[in-house]
Nanobody, 123 residues
């Protein structure tokens, strides 16, 4: 069974950091690009970042550029999202998802998906 599991979410204050992990089981991430998406209450799911299968290319939404860093460790079959200088508007459920070979911004091209991890930024 192909599965992605996110972890690392939590409640932090503005300006603090979190590192999310996305661990794969049942398949190897070696040939998959991984995207991070998020969905805030009452809003549509939005693309946050993506890293190619080899880790040679990364992309970020303008809203997180300079604050978030995506990385991967294929030996651990895991992708990470380091989130610094968190803002209240970053509050959302964060999902990771896999796409064969290429990165993209459309959620329709990603499968499988993780179950999500809650990130809450509040003072």
């Amino acid at each position: 069974q192909l599965q992605l599991v996110e972890s690392g979410g939590g409640l932090v204050q503005p300006g603090e950091s979190l590192r999310l992990s996305c661990a794969a089981s049942g398949f190897s991430l070696d040939y998959y690009s991984i995207g991070w998406f998020r969905q805030a209450p009452g809003k549509e799911r939005e693309w946050v970042s993506c890293i190619t299968s080899g880790g040679d290319s990364t992309n970020y939404a303008d809203s997180v550029k300079g604050r978030f860093t995506i990385s991967r460790d294929n030996a651990k079959n895991t992708v990470y999202l380091q989130m610094n200088s968190l803002k209240p508007e970053d509050t959302a459920i964060y999902y990771c998802a896999a796409r064969l070979r290429f990165c993209g911004r459309s959620s329709a091209n990603f499968n499988p998906w993780g179950q999500g991890t809650q990130v809450t930024v509040s003072s």
